[in-house]
């Protein structure tokens, strides 16, 4: 419980309008709380105006090209096979109109909850106070409670200064009017392997450079295995184990320095290399909340932060850079807060998906957890190119794959690799989320033929007998 504090018109302030602070915002107002937002750039936050909308549309054009460049192996043919390109003009004025009206809409729906929206740069000060610079006066936002949901920025190179000109890094590429016709991406995390799949798709000429064995560390060594074929297989050049030293400006591009003391030439360079937390300067410490070594705020399960009443959601808690899992914290912080009912987030219940193409979708356990004795469990794995419906539409690579508790048979994690396979983790993550058997994933009827019928499959050899 939140200490001594009266539920009535609590007065909440939140310190950053994304995902983490919105949500929070609308579930505090519906709870009778009167709410403040203070924003600096516009409400949904970076996750609306640079990252996950943008990115997204961007990647939705890339998927058309890419549908496109393979509809020969369905029969259809083109006159000109080179007819299709992208503007890359229309495609960024499409995607920044979508997210400028997806910030609107969210502001909207705010206002309609009688949530305030306060324009400008926010500071903790002490008893729950925020002080607001608004450009034109200071004022002073006074409240019971705070939740802090800054979110996070890219991280730079010393020696590779983006200048959105042809060195950008992922909040600047929107500007772009021209395709990049040889564009080096640093960086093979899931925003580097995102931008540089939606890249190569678009028709660019990629090279990937990437510090690790894999590209997508620290995800399914199977799925990354199949992106690194299939990008590779549509022309995508991979420099793996190398490390960017420093980029510079030529004459007509860039030049990448590796640490093998090689360089690589592009047209341009997108830095994809993490992101740092929107915690510095902003009266956190002073205010006695506690950060982490990576500049983190540090929260426990229910979103709180060490200082009494001060709550914290989103990338800048480090918890999972996930819009949905900032959401959650958001909504979660706001119900403890106003004594309402809470589940403390799981995130082994958590669903994400890698916007490749093809995407990766993961939740629970992972085989690697498996492998090493983390957890007790067995694994299916079934490549799609067995299943009718992917040699209908012609998906050659990709996998299902689900993992049980072994000896009870409980449904603890899954993989899908595949087309959209974003909507088809879902029959997973339910399964995970709800404790379900693989015997009720098997005996729920699919539809025949669908991608989903390798899910229940895989469940079905997953199947216990009983002794
Ligand atoms: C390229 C890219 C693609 C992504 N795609 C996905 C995806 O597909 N799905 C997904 O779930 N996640 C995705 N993410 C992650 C997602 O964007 C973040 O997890 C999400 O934005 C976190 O939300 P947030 O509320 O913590 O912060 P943000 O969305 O960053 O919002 C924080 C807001 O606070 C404001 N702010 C900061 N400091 C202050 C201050 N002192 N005063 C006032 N305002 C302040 C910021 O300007 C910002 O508007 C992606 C990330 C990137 C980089």
């Avoid at 004022?139 to 200064?161: F, I, M, N, W, Y």
């Avoid at 909340?289 to 540090?298: E, F, Q, R």
């Avoid at 819009?323 to 995130?347: E, F, N």
Wanted: glycine letters at 10%; aromatic letters at 4%.
């Amino acid at each position: 419980m939140s200490s001594q504090l009266d539920f009535n018109h609590l007065k909440i302030a939140i310190l950053g309008g994304g995902p983490g602070g919105y949500e929070a915002a609308m579930v505090a107002a519906s709870l009778g709380a009167e709410v403040t937002i203070v924003e600096n750039k516009g409400v949904g936050g970076s996750a609306v105006l640079t990252d996950v909308v943008p990115s997204k549309t961007l990647i939705a054009t890339a998927d058309t090209m890419v549908r496109v460049a393979n509809a020969h192996t369905t029969g259809v043919q083109f006159d000109d096979p080179q007819a299709a390109w992208a503007d890359l003009g229309q495609v960024n004025e499409r995607l920044l109109k979508l997210a400028a009206e997806q910030s609107g809409d969210i502001a909207d729906g705010l206002e309609r909850a009688g949530v305030r929206i306060l324009h400008g740069h926010g500071k903790l000060l002490e008893d729950h106070c925020i002080e607001v610079d608004t450009g034109t006066e200071t004022e002073t936002v006074q409240a019971d409670a705070v939740l802090v949901s800054t979110g996070a920025h890219p991280r730079e190179l010393p020696d590779a200064k983006p200048d959105g000109e042809r060195i950008f890094n992922w909040t600047q590429v929107y500007n772009l009017n021209e395709l990049p016709e040889k564009l080096i991406v640093v960086g093979s995390g899931v925003t580097g392997a995102e931008f540089a799949s939606a890249y190569n798709g678009l028709g660019s000429h990629v090279t990937l450079v990437s510090s690790r064995d894999q590209v997508l560390p620290g995800e399914d060594a199977d799925a990354a295995q199949v992106l690194e074929k299939t990008l590779q297989g549509r022309g995508l050049k991979l420099l793996a184990r190398t490390r960017a030293q420093s980029v510079q400006r030529t004459d007509d591009g860039v030049r990448v320095f590796l640490n093998d003391g090689s360089t690589v030439d592009g047209t341009h360079c997108l830095l994809a290399v993490g992101a740092v937390p929107n915690t510095a300067g902003i009266g956190l410490e002073e205010s006695g909340v506690a950060l982490t070594d990576s500049g983190h705020i540090k929260v426990d399960g229910v979103s709180r932060t060490t200082a009494p009443n001060v709550y914290a959601a989103g990338d800048c808690t480090g918890v999972f850079a996930l819009a949905s899992i900032a959401a959650m914290q958001g909504r979660i912080a706001m119900a403890h807060l106003l004594g309402d009912i809470v589940k403390p987030l799981k995130l082994k219940q958590v669903a994400s998906n890698i916007f490749t193409s093809p995407e990766i979708a993961s939740v629970g356990v992972t085989e690697a957890e498996i492998a090493s004795g983390q957890y007790q469990g067995d694994v299916v794995k079934l490549p799609l190119r067995t299943n009718p419906r992917a040699k209908m539409m012609n998906v050659e690579d990709g996998f299902v794959k689900v993992f049980s508790r072994r000896g009870s048979g409980t449904v603890i994690g899954g993989v899908v690799v595949g087309p959209r396979a974003a909507e088809l983790i879902y029959p997973i993550a339910l399964a995970v989320a709800q404790h379900l058997h693989v015997d009720d994933v098997a005996n729920t009827v699919t539809v025949y033929p669908s991608l989903t019928g390798s899910i229940s499959e895989a469940a079905r050899r997953l199947h216990v007998r009983s002794s």
